[in-house]
């Protein structure tokens, strides 16, 4: 298939291939969405493969305006309506009961959908103009890093959707925080750009899933399936030093050779003697946030490269969103200096 590159000019290409049943990357301000028209089941079926998916990894469904909610799901309680008419629209996706007209190739049977209106002026365009919700899963190949510049998005799908929209570098960076209302106590099954903090400043106390920092442990239930997947992975092996920057530059330095490289922050590089990607200011979260998926995409243009040892981000704020991208990109190995 020839995927076309499609300008901003553009956007009515766009969204008439989605209301053909086509498929189209499309920029949003978190991270690159391969999108469909949500209630086009064998448009979502071809999602999937075009990914490499999981079929019981259910999607996120976008829409442009408070309305078209009403269209997915069959209730919206007090503490959902107070955080989608603070946050949205923006980087917050909400767990809520579904519609049963709802394809279950977008919910994977789930009795939930997830919903969330980006601020991202292309794809808010889009979404008008192919006057149906759209479906969209990050627009990276399953497992790879999340694509944030429309380069990633062509090094993944080229040839294996129709188009791509280019919408320039995405804001953020990060994918949506994902906060579930399918229980008494609201939870959050991913963190993001919203943070914990500011959610809590707005409904009270929210539970955080034991997945957002820990590994499924098995015959654990799984509130998101997303959590169960090896992510983000880049071709070399990830370990995360949890470390002060001293003791990060001592450890790498003694276990040096030509294999190995450092995800590190912009303070660090000029001690290292390895090949070394930072991915922002140590003290500035939303900084790494934005650059952490084109670094990880780096290492993977790096000749030999077996280990990457990374620094490890706080986890405060978006820190936390950072950090819990990162472990799940070094499948959990963290080693404490
Ligand atoms: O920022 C974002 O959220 C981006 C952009 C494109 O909007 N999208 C994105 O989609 O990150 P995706 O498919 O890569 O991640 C969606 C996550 C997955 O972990 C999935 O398991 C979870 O949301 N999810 C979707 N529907 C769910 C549901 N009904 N219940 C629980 N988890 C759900
Ligand atoms: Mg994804």
Redesign the pocket.
């Known amino acids: 298939m020839k995927t076309q590159l499609l300008k901003p000019s553009q956007v009515l290409q766009a969204a008439e291939i989605i209301k053909n049943g086509g498929l189209v990357a ?1 920029p ?1 301000e ?5 999108g469909a028209d949500a209630f086009n089941p064998l448009a979502i079926k071809k999602i999937f493969i075009a990914k490499g ?1 999981p079929s019981d ?4 469904v ?1 829409i442009a305006q408070f309305e078209e909610l009403f269209d997915l799901v069959s209730d919206v309680k007090e503490p959902a309506k107070k955080l989608i008419e603070t946050f949205w629209p923006g ?1 917050l ?1 909400v ?1 809520l009961p ?1 519609l049963p007209h709802v394809p279950d190739e977008v ?2 049977g ?1 009795n ?3 919903v ?1 209106m ?1 601020s991202h002026p292309l794809m808010r365009r889009v979404i008008k103009l192919a006057e149906t919700p759209i479906a ?5 190949l399953s497992g790879k890093p ?1 694509p944030t510049k429309v380069s990633h998005v062509i090094d993944d799908m080229d040839g294996k959707i129709d188009a791509i929209l280019d919408g320039g570098d995405c804001s ?1 960076g ?3 925080t ?1 906060i ?1 209302f ?1 229980r008494a106590t609201p939870q959050i ?2 963190p ?1 750009a919203i943070t914990v903090e500011q959610i809590e400043g707005i409904i009270g106390a929210v539970e955080v899933d034991s997945a957002v920092l820990s590994p499924v442990k098995e015959g654990q239930t799984i ?5 169960k997947y090896k992510h983000y992975a880049p071709n070399a092996k990830v370990i995360i030093l949890d470390c002060s920057r001293e003791k990060f530059i001592d450890f790498v330095n003694a276990n040096t050779n030509s294999e190995v490289a450092a995800l590190c922050f912009d303070e660090d590089i000029r001690f290292l003697k390895v090949k070394s990607i930072s991915f922002g200011k140590e003290i500035d979260e939303a900084m790494q946030a934005n650059r952490f998926f084109d670094s990880l995409r780096k290492f993977d243009t790096l000749p030999n490269i077996k280990t990457i040892y990374a620094r490890c981000p706080s986890k405060s704020g978006i820190g936390l969103a950072v950090y819990n991208r990162l472990i799940r990109a070094a499948g959990f190995e963290i080693k404490k200096l």
Request: charged share 15%; hydrophobic share 35%.
């Open positions: 499309l949003t978190t991270v690159y969405g391969l998916r990894n259910p999607l996120i976008h980087p996706t767990i579904r919910t994977a789930l939930s959908v997830a969330r980006p969209a899963p990050s627009a990276n999340s953020v990060l994918e949506s994902v579930s399918m099954l991913r993001g509130e998101s399936p997303g959590t």
